[in-house]
């Protein structure tokens, strides 16, 4: 029988399988919305895109593709996410849901078996 775990482990190969053209959003467009998101009285539908998408990836890949410890907030990992695309503009054309899984396997990785 497959298990939740295995079903969304597919989901997400399948997503990130697919090539820089065709993603929905890129890290340019991640990197936009993070400005408005850090600029005081910024374009606020912006901001919440920008924390809702890093949501919905980290929503999907905890604790299989990258394992956040108990007490990391939202915050925490919206700021991890936000200091790798500033320390990588090189990897803004790649798809965002990417550079989001590369900024938190790189700070939350999965202990080793």
Known sequence: MTSAKQITLLLVTLIFSGTASAAFTDGNELQRWMVQDETQGGNYFQSGLFRG????????GDGILFCIPTGVTR????????????????????????LVVNAMTKAFPCPKN
């Open 53 to 60: 998408y890093i949501g919905g990836v980290v929503d999907v």
């Open 75 to 98: 915050g925490q990992y919206v700021a991890v996410v936000a200091k790798y695309i500033k320390a990588h503009p090189e990897k803004w054309n790649q798809d965002a849901s990417a």
